[in-house]
């Protein structure tokens, strides 16, 4: 090597490690819950007091930056983040994400992105969102930002830089796909992690990397609220409290800022097991389709075509018997609708404020109708009439071959994500607003609407699909109340808690209609009586999940009940005594509801962008 290339190669090397050694400070901000009773004045303390130390380079803000993910929420913690007078960056958490009336597009709208990547002082920092988005259910980081993640730290100018990454979750099994994220940043060089979720300063390791929580800004029983100053020097991250406008607490942990050997690491870390597949041989794997981006909806079927969507707003179709795709259509915005399907048409809403209908056959535009916010819930077809409802206080019937606005229903308190039940002449639907509604199928006239009475929307039926039998219709929903209203009155007919479990937002009904199925948070599934004055179960199951939060359908198909589950896997069990009749395993995330296809096979998708075709062999 002659004396220029090497004077010029020690001079990178020398710039290189002046970067990484250089000092600096930084502002770490966590769970500011806009919407929160102190909240705006919390964080409005906490940026004046980031605006007056001249030492704090940028701030990063590590996601629940609203208390229910609305539109109002999200505009005002915009209004007071611009105020900051130093770069800031932002990610989402859940409670911006699993509750928004936007379908989780109004925080990329409003802050431009959900993820972000800089270079700081030679590290790179890079942050993604994370789930659960619009389902109840652990933490997921969405697929399409890992994809963008691999791609950022396949692209650094220096594959040797030190990583920081940032997420709001802790990554551990609280995410439901955090192997997915770990398993990337351990191919990197990789020295610390930044989250919040928790509410309080932590440290912690994940899968042996170093990690820090950060608290929440919000006061809780303090006077004020506080934030975490960050200190890189001399190979060392410091953190220390800083509660605004009075002083800073003493340093309260230190973590080294090194190059981990990862590649040589012995240690086993923990990983889901996929063993329950080798349980069952009756059923198996027929094909599978993996998705760049969340697969948030169910999926519908058409002659031998699957239709399914994803969250970067495309509908497409599957070849049934191989999952390769034939047709796409792109949509403006995320889609979190199950598709409806009738007379060769596909029906859908999407987080553009536009449903729209194609053609099932080709993918072709029939017509699309706008609304005036984002269309979350999902389409019933029936009779030639399209039934759904949407983010803008509206439920609305439209013509399925023409798209023409049959009623128009403009009462609903909040936004819609179910999909509808048609019984007896009457569509019946819940809302994020505490309130569940029975509307005059053929006029949208409000025949009635029933209320929880709780002031927390976060207990509204909203999530679950409805089901009916004998003159009842039948409700789940995060209070942990399942109740009964007559169908024609809206009367209670009765309203209880289950003394063995606590359900939730999942339900189904029997074939037969003589069993309302329902999903308990303990894991236990039971088959409670339609005809009862009480709430009477007339059949449990021996199956036992973990904890257990989708609140996707359960569905009844030749007597198999199909049960989904938050960490994608489908229980089959037997209608007349419950027993199981095989399980399968085919990711580690929210499993959407079951779609059956034919005799014996069904199709599972889950909101990591996997979809997929299993086949079973009947029960004797």
Not at 301 to 330: E, H, M, P
Not at 538 to 566: F, R
Not at 596 to 604: A, E, M, T
Request: proline share 5%.
């Amino acid at each position: 090597m002659n004396l220029r290339k090497y004077a010029a190669l020690l001079a990178l090397f020398l710039i290189a490690n002046l970067g990484y050694s250089q000092s600096f400070q930084f502002a770490f901000v966590s769970d500011t819950h806009i919407g929160n009773p102190t909240a705006q004045e919390d964080l409005e303390r906490t940026i004046a007091d980031i605006n007056a130390n001249p030492n704090l380079e940028f701030v990063v803000i590590t996601g629940d930056i609203t208390e229910f993910g609305s539109d109002e929420e999200l505009k005002l913690a915009k209004k007071l983040f611009d105020t900051l007078q130093k770069p800031w960056y932002i990610v989402p958490g859940n409670h911006d994400t699993n509750w928004s009336e936007s379908g989780s597009n109004s925080f990329r709208v409003v802050f431009g992105a959900e993820t972000f990547a800089f270079t700081h002082k030679g590290y790179l920092f890079a942050g993604t969102g994370s789930g659960p988005n619009m389902r109840m259910g652990p933490g997921q980081i969405p697929r399409e930002n890992i994809v963008w993640l691999d791609s950022v730290l396949k692209h650094m100018p220096d594959p040797e830089m030190p990583v920081i990454f940032l997420n709001h979750y802790p990554q551990d099994s609280s995410l439901n796909n955090w192997y997915d994220v770990t398993d990337k940043l351990r191919s990197y060089n990789t020295q610390l992690i930044l989250h919040g979720h928790g509410h309080n300063n932590r440290e912690y390791r994940y899968d042996g990397i170093p990690a820090v929580m950060g608290r929440s800004n919000l006061r809780a029983k303090e006077e004020v609220g506080g934030y975490n100053i960050v200190t890189f020097a001399v190979g060392k991250a410091s953190f220390e409290i800083r509660k605004p406008g009075i002083a800073s607490l003493p340093r309260w942990i230190e973590v080294p800022l090194v190059k981990h050997d990862f590649a040589n690491d012995p240690t086993k870390h923990h990983r889901p097991s996929f063993a329950v597949n080798k349980l069952y041989p009756n059923v198996k794997l027929v094909w599978e389709y993996q998705d760049d981006s969340d697969v948030g909806a169910g999926t519908a079927v058409y002659k031998d075509l699957i239709i399914a969507t994803n969250t970067t707003g495309q509908v497409y179709a599957l070849d049934s018997k191989a999952g390769k795709r034939r047709w796409t259509y792109r949509t403006n915005g995320k889609i979190y609708s199950t598709p409806a399907v009738a007379n060769g048409y596909v029906v859908v809403g999407s987080s553009d404020d536009h449903i729209y209908c194609l053609s099932a056959t080709t993918g072709k535009l029939a017509w699309k109708f706008k609304a005036n916010r984002p269309v979350l819930g999902s389409p019933l077809i029936e009779k030639g009439v399209v039934y759904v409802g949407a983010s803008d206080g509206h439920f609305r019937a439209l013509d399925l071959k023409t798209g023409k606005l049959l009623w128009d229903f403009d009462q609903v308190n909040n936004f819609v994500v179910t999909k509808p039940l048609l019984y007896q002449g009457k569509v019946y639907f819940g809302s994020w607003g505490n309130e569940f509604y029975a509307l005059d199928a053929k006029t949208g006239q409000l025949a009635w609407k029933w209320s929880n009475g709780s002031s927390n929307r976060m207990f509204s039926p909203a999530a679950c699909y409805p089901v009916a039998a004998n003159g009842r219709i039948f409700i789940v929903a995060p209070d942990r109340f399942m109740t009964s209203l007559d169908a024609n009155t809206g009367e209670v007919v009765w309203r209880e808690q289950m003394k063995e479990g606590r359900v939730r937002e999942s339900m189904g009904i029997s074939n037969d209609g003589k069993l309302a199925y329902v999903k308990t948070m303990d894991g236990q599934v039971y088959g409670v009586s339609t005809s009862a004055n009480v709430l009477q179960v007339d059949w449990k199951s021996p199956l036992q999940l973990p904890y257990e939060l989708a609140p996707s359908a359960i569905v009844e198909h030749k007597n198999v009940v199909l049960v989904p589950s938050h960490s994608g896997l489908v229980s089959a069990l037997d209608r007349q005594s419950g027993e199981v009749l095989w399980k399968y395993k085919s990711s580690n995330s929210l499993m959407n509801p079951v779609m059956p296809l034919g005799k014996n096979r069904v199709i599972v998708s889950t909101m990591d962008g996997k979809i997929a075709c299993l086949e079973y062999v009947p029960a004797k």
